[in-house]
């Protein structure tokens, strides 16, 4: 089963990628954790983009490719794998295609968590970040057991500048405009469904549990 889970920032993907992952025993995989382990790790392609990112630039999409074309070749993806995060673009989920494609492999469902503006403003603005490992929290759905301090790797937590209303309504647009042709993209693939990710995290978990069985 090859997942992919699309949404706006805020919708969820990343905590259901991750119990998704546990439930359906496949690799949870994530660009921003491909990109951070190259980085620590050294390798070439995270020493290019280290030099990026050093220079307060975005990882462009060749290189953020790359990496995951590299991340594929892992024999833990070889059941399948939940993809988190990518594709954000029409250009990006043509790469995504192409790279399977050369490994004889195909995305089979791509599930859209589409949560209402309301909600993810409420979300993202009551958001927790882990200053070390990265993990995320909330002030009030998802508490730390310490206050300010997280479960993981008790480093301290801290609140993203950009996570304030009017920082995320402007992302909320932006996304918008760019995940319109992504979704006819899908929808003519007949491979996405559109899941309400308002409801509660555990009810949209079965929800896409139950359709990836039908695949």
Known sequence: MYLVLLGPPGAGKGTQAKRLAERLALPHISTGDILRQNVKAGTDLGKQAKGIMDQGLLVGDDLVAKMLDERFNNLDIKKGFILDGYPRTLSQAKTLDEILSNKKLAVDLVVYLNASDAVIVKRLTGRLVCS????????????????????????????????????????????????????????????????????????????????????
């Open 132 to 215: 070390k490992c990265g993990a995320n929290f909330h002030v009030t759905n998802m508490p730390p057991k310490a206050k300010g301090i997280c479960d993981s790797c008790q480093a301290s937590l801290y609140q993203r500048s950009d996570d304030n209303e009017v920082t995320v309504r402007k992302r909320l647009e932006v996304y918008k405009n760019e995940v319109a042709s992504l979704i006819e993209y899908y929808t003519k693939s007949k491979k996405l469904y559109s899941l309400n990710a308002d409801l509660d995290p555990g009810i949209v978990l079965e929800q896409v549990i139950e359709l990836s069985a039908k695949v």
